[in-house]
């Protein structure tokens, strides 16, 4: 049966609904605090997803994820490498998309190194934006975002203006790496308008991945629209769907990325 781990502790408050959407996807789940996931690094290896949850790791005093990225990087990095080599997958949802880019693992490793070349600062609002947004997939090689086109899900972050050097821009863009990028209801680009895109960030961007489509880190969370009656505009949806003769879907898109992660072991 295919594990996913959810790392918790320290102001980390998503993992319950993350593990949910996993295990509703057919997943094994089991959410460990980082203090026993340390002392026994083993479980990672015994693990096919290794899912970092949104939220305010040690209370993002040391910048967002900085702190608890530092603690991985300290205390797990070879086992993290190893499960990373071994071509497992790797979701960081919002403080998680914060703590894998101060680990480095996004862009990506190489030769067992990492360094942090990106970025999720401060919103350019300076306020915390918590609103429903539209996505545009432009990556096809991502493994949790298989046959998935627009999505609508929400933010909920102080800091997630996604920034980056021209240099590694490029990067991003040459190695089809960038998966969602903020856009309007006709999947237009935002544009950096506001509050299409809710932060700033250069290119419209919300997530990316590895160059192997393996490691996803997005600042939207899918795991608050993964029921039909969780997303924002469902009561008018329900009444497309019914003068349409269509029937009334239960799972919303953000389910999408959990089943991919499950199907691809599968």
């Not at 306020?127 to 929400?154: G, H, M, Q, S």
């Not at 856009?183 to 250069?202: D, I, M, R, T, Y």
């Not at 996803?216 to 039909?228: S, T």
């Amino acid at each position: 049966m295919v594990k996913a781990i959810l790392l918790t502790g320290y102001g980390i408050n998503c993992e319950e609904e993350t593990a949910f959407a996993f295990k509703k996807a057919g997943a094994e789940t089991e959410i460990i605090h980082v203090n026993d996931l340390i002392a026994n690094p083993k479980k990672l290896l015994e693990t096919q997803i290794f899912a970092f949850p949104g939220g305010f790791s040690y209370g993002d005093d040391t910048g967002s994820g900085n702190a608890l990225a530092n603690k991985i990087r300290n205390n797990l990095w070879d086992e993290l490498v190893e499960f990373i080599e071994a071509e497992k997958l790797i979701v960081g949802i919002c403080n998680g998309f914060q703590v894998i880019a101060n680990l480095g693992i996004l862009p990506g490793i190489e030769n067992k190194q990492a360094k942090r070349t990106i970025a999720l600062s401060h919103n350019n609002s300076a306020r915390y934006e918590c609103r429903w947004v539209n996505l545009k997939a432009f990556n096809k090689k991502c493994v949790f975002t298989k046959d998935i086109d627009t999505i609508r899900l929400p933010v909920a972050h102080g800091e997630g203006k996604f920034t980056a050097s021209d240099e590694t821009l490029k990067q991003l863009n040459e190695s089809d790496q960038i998966v969602f990028k903020y856009a309007n209801e006709n999947e237009e680009p935002a544009n950096g308008k506001f509050p299409l895109n809710p932060n700033g960030s250069l290119e419209d961007i919300a997530g990316i991945c590895d160059k192997s489509g393996r490691i996803l880190g997005m600042m939207p969370h899918p795991e608050r629209n993964i029921f039909f009656t969780q997303q924002d505009n469902w009561t008018l949806q329900k009444e497309e769907f019914k003068r349409s003769g269509k029937k009334i879907p239960e799972e919303s898109a953000g389910m999408k990325i959990f089943r991919n992660a499950v199907k691809y072991f599968k």
